[in-house]
């Protein structure tokens, strides 16, 4: 592995990312619900996360518009690991969580991991989260807080000081190993939102 995460800007116009969140609230297929933390199913836990999100499979998504999300997230993501990262991303990605984290909740998530880095009784060809890929989707003048932190293994904090001004803008991508810990501090104005795409491999070795 090369890099320990890579922002991408750009990757939708602010046009697209409207678009992005109309489709997303008008697809059917889903709806809102409090955010899960845990494996499988999860389980709501405001002491650890407190956000609102909806899960839009990309084979039953009812907009047209996402399906192309999901091709021009492929192609980004692809591109970006052979890159900067080089890791075993053949299973892709099948859904998208949306994350909506809102003032009057001083909605956050307090730290955790995606995926863990050592799996033990996985069943055979299993896959795991991999990438995780964070479009922002909000205008970051209309919310304060929602800021991301990024530990390495040790507890450090891995992103530059001179990249801080590239998160949270609209349309820009932070792409990072899914088992590196990471948090979201409370929304403390306006509102945020965000897609999460996690794109599955198999088990680091």
């Known amino acids: 592995m090369i890099s320990e995460y890579l922002i991408i800007s750009n990757v939708l116009t602010e046009e697209e990312c409207l678009d992005s969140i109309t489709s997303i609230e008008l697809d059917s297929s889903s709806q809102f619900n409090d955010g899960k933390v845990g494996e499988g199913d999860g389980e709501s836990n405001h002491q650890i996360r407190s956000t609102k999100t909806k899960f839009i499979h990309r084979g039953r998504t009812t907009r047209p518009q996402l399906v192309e999300l999901f091709r021009k997230i492929d192609a980004q993501v692809q591109e970006a690991n052979i890159l900067h990262f080089d890791v075993d991303i053949s299973g892709g990605c099948y859904d998208v969580q949306t994350a909506l984290y809102l003032e ?87 509102q945020r939102m965000s897609a999460v795409f996690w794109y599955m491999g198999r088990p680091w070795r």
């Open 104 to 190: 009057k909740d001083k909605d956050y998530y307090s730290t955790h991991v995606d995926s863990e880095l050592f799996w033990y009784n996985l069943a055979p060809k299993a896959y795991i989260r991999k990438l995780s890929c964070t479009l922002y989707l909000s205008d970051d003048n209309n919310y304060s807080g929602g800021e991301i932190s990024l530990l390495n293994m040790y507890g450090d904090e891995v992103i530059r000081d001179e990249d801080r001004e590239f998160l949270n803008k609209r349309g820009n991508m932070l792409i990072f190993p899914s088992f590196l810990r990471h948090s979201v501090t409370p929304v403390t104005e306006g």
